[in-house]
């Protein structure tokens, strides 16, 4: 008769709190590689379990629960990092030469570093419409290569500034065009002209927000802007309504910018975001190509898209409206709102050119063209920004006046 001998219960170690996947994943990568410290600190940031007895000495590490004070909470809303005394890291790259930054104290600096860039109309491209004009017909119909190519450009176009717009379609019904015609560049982006001064970032001023901005504020930097130009009558500062919708036309909608603290989902962020709202390029039967609403109706106040194109001086729009009216049509935008001539500017030094983009008029208007300013403090470049200004049935034209 052989004795086995008798196994000690193998030891659980005790676990404080819930623990969850991240934190099991912590501990396991901090056995392999050391501590690694989180730049982000919360309640459950610190570890809170406790190593066996059983393992080596050499490789335990022991972290002691950390909780946030008041004076770190302060720390946090400003940017920083909380964490009781200077951090020993932070100390050694100081040390080494680079330099300690936060959002809320260098956020114009990193706005003005990372700005987008200005857009020459010299460069918009062509050499994708080139090499299709350079296609023979049939090559072009062949497997409706022109249209899928037209429909990709366009995503492809929109996809940093509108990367969750519903896709557009190209429709004809009418007769054998493929697409509009190859020249024609579909951009959200404002081009410049000749002798058109890039935007102005140096007196572009943002708020100090936390979170999003409150409507109702007396200190946020851009509820003063806008009431300024409009006054909601004691209904909150901003333009637009918690939905996104547009309280009132006509007047000049100042959006949050890059040197603004507030966050993403602020209310008064909408234009930016870019389109929400199904519509298509549509051929009709007697005004060539326009844009029409998608399979669902889009709300009235909704924002629909840019007048986008190029930013042209006086001058330049003179030389370009005698061509134009040679084939009767307009393409040409006078940058000259109401507000503008109040402020001193009587008349209009610059003008926005759709050639690429197109227009739709209409003596039964459903939208309405806003300017509105985002990054640019130069009042006299304005974004033009289209919004409906009454309910859009599916398959309607949208047309403005």
Request: hydrophobic share 30%.
């Amino acid at each position: 008769m052989t004795l086995e001998p008798v196994r000690e219960p193998e030891q659980i170690p005790p676990v404080i709190g819930p623990r969850t996947r991240s934190q099991a994943t912590s501990e396991t990568s901090s056995l392999r590689s050391g501590p690694r410290r989180s730049a982000r600190l919360s309640s459950t940031s610190a570890s809170s379990s406790v190593e066996p007895p059983e393992r080596p000495a050499s490789r335990t590490r022991r972290y002691e629960p950390y909780i946030r004070s008041a004076s770190d909470e302060d720390i946090v809303s400003n940017g920083g990092i909380s964490r009781r005394g200077r951090p020993k890291y932070l100390k050694a790259f100081e040390d080494a030469g680079f330099e300690a930054i936060s959002w809320k104290k260098d956020r114009k600096r990193l706005a003005k570093e990372f700005a987008p860039l200005t857009q020459l109309a010299k460069d918009i491209p062509h050499d994708l419409h080139d090499r299709l004009n350079s296609l023979s017909l049939s090559a072009r119909q062949a497997g409706n290569m022109q249209v899928l190519i037209f429909e990709a450009e366009i995503r492809a176009n929109t996809a940093e500034d509108e990367p969750y717009a519903p896709p557009i379609q190209i429709v004809n019904e009418v007769d054998d065009e493929l697409t509009p015609p190859l020249e024609f560049y579909y951009s959200n982006l404002m081009w410049h002209g000749e002798g058109v001064p890039k935007p102005d970032y140096e007196n572009l001023r943002g708020c100090d927000c936390i979170g999003p901005c409150d409507p109702m504020s007396k200190t946020c930097a851009c509820v003063k802007r806008q009431r300024k130009y409009w006054d909601s009558g004691g209904g909150g500062g901003f333009i637009y309504d918690k939905k996104g919708k547009l309280r009132a036309h006509e007047y000049p909608i100042f959006e949050c910018n890059m040197n603004c603290a507030c966050s993403d989902d602020c209310t008064n962020r909408v234009v930016q975001h870019g389109r929400q709202h199904e519509i298509a390029i549509c051929k009709t039967v007697n005004k060539g190509w326009g844009v029409f609403a998608g399979t669902k109706k889009i709300p009235a106040n909704s924002y629909i898209g840019l007048y986008a194109g190029e930013y042209l001086t006086d001058s330049e729009t003179e030389q370009r409206g005698r061509i134009y009216n040679k084939f009767g049509r307009t393409y040409l935008f006078d940058l000259d709102f109401w507000f503008l001539k109040q402020g001193g500017y009587e008349n209009a030094r610059y003008c926005v050119d759709a050639y690429h983009a197109g227009n739709n008029h209409s003596c039964d208007p459903n939208c309405v063209i806003n300017a509105c300013y985002i990054n640019e403090a130069n009042l006299e470049k304005p974004l033009l920004t289209i919004f409906t200004c009454r309910d859009v049935e599916p398959y309607e034209e949208l047309c403005f006046s």
